[in-house]
């Protein structure tokens, strides 16, 4: 692969990071009573239609058979342990500093919420399931192109039918591994659709980034006028049209750009930081000011910069703790 496509993947997922800790720092400000405007409300969707799915595109789009065994290792070290690790400090925090991420109100049931469910890192534990399931992929190019019609019409039943939850409640994420299954299957198809027809590089990506904004900006207009449904399949085209943007945007993005690139080497750590810094920037703000929607992205921004810091930080430190935080 090109070291222009090797860039702009890693801008994808910088912009994937930055999005998560936006549309974090909006919903936290909702959890304390905050109201959204129409526009901020219609945004907030937008942010989470997007911010995830691109993660697990970008995920699928990277991963390449590969000997299991060694395969399952790397996952290993690089999501379960720092999932491990990080749930447990939250479990810690919730009991000793605040009650903020506490989903149970005994030991057990907190352990439960975090390693059961998943409820903690949601995220990470999903991927950690996706990736499990992902060598079916390696059989061949073609199950990538079956399985995702077929997991897109599962998931329309199941939102008429309910044949199980996709929320937090189920156990292993499952419901959640059915629907970003399709965004990591995805990912691995444009992949090989890229290797198998290379006519398709010649594709400008301004064109991307044009057909995603104008669509975008109807389904916008849209969404505003109560026009734009949120049931599951107009949020998937929601999502494929968002992730085209922003991906004929990171096509775009000069290359070397080492902001973009550290937020993509250290995005899974800002995932597990975010968390407490958003606790710990909104308990300051909330404690000397009365939060408004623009103190919100401001308050966003030294999130990022404090997890990214941190992360790089943590970088720096013995191997014993850069294995036990994913590094």
Same mark, same amino acid.
């Given at each position: ?5 090797? /860039? ?11 999005? &998560? ?26 942010? $989470? ?5 691109l993660f697990f595109a970008v995920a699928g789009f990277l991963c390449h058979s590969q000997h299991i065994g060694h395969y399952y290792w790397k996952k290993v070290c690089r999501l379960l342990v720092p999932f491990v690790t990080f749930s447990l ?35 990470? $534990? ?72 290379? /006519? ?5 990506? &301004? ?24 049931? $599951? ?95």
């Amino acid at each position: 692969m090109g070291e222009k496509k090797l /860039s702009a993947v890693s801008y994808a997922k910088a912009f994937a990071i930055i999005l &998560v800790i936006l549309g974090h720092s909006l919903s936290q400000y909702q959890r304390l009573g905050g109201v959204f405007s129409a526009v901020t409300a219609t945004l907030f969707r937008f942010i $989470y239609a997007v911010h995830v799915p691109l993660f697990f595109a970008v995920a699928g789009f990277l991963c390449h058979s590969q000997h299991i065994g060694h395969y399952y290792w790397k996952k290993v070290c690089r999501l379960l342990v720092p999932f491990v690790t990080f749930s447990l400090l939250k479990i810690f925090y919730s009991n000793v500093i605040s009650s903020d991420f506490a989903h149970g109100d005994s030991l057990a049931s907190q352990l439960a919420d975090a390693f059961l469910y998943g409820r903690l890192y949601w995220f990470i $534990y999903c991927m950690f399931v996706v990736y499990l399931i992902s060598p079916v992929l390696w059989i061949h190019k073609s199950v990538a192109w079956i399985l995702i019609p077929i997991l897109i019409v599962v998931n329309a039943l199941n939102e008429r039918y309910h044949f199980w939850r996709n929320d937090d409640f189920t156990p292993f994420q499952i419901g959640r591994v059915s629907m970003y299954l399709v965004y990591f299957a995805s990912g691995y198809a444009v992949r090989n659709f890229i290797k198998d027809f290379p /006519s398709v590089k010649k594709l400008r990506p &301004v064109i991307f980034a044009s057909v995603g904004f104008v669509l975008g900006a109807v389904f916008f207009a849209l969404a505003l006028l109560g026009k734009f449904p949120q049931d $599951y399949l107009c949020g998937l085209v929601l999502t494929y049209t968002l992730m085209l943007f922003l991906t004929g945007i990171a096509l775009l993005t000069s290359q070397g750009n080492a902001v973009l690139e550290k937020f993509a080497t250290y995005s899974l750590q800002c995932m597990f930081l975010d968390s407490f810094y958003k606790a710990i920037l909104f308990a300051l703000a909330t404690h000397f000011f009365r939060i408004n929607m623009p103190m919100v992205f401001l308050l966003a921004a030294p999130d990022c910069v404090l997890s990214l810091a941190t992360s790089i930080l943590l970088d720096k430190l013995p191997k014993p703790v850069k294995f036990a935080v994913g590094l």
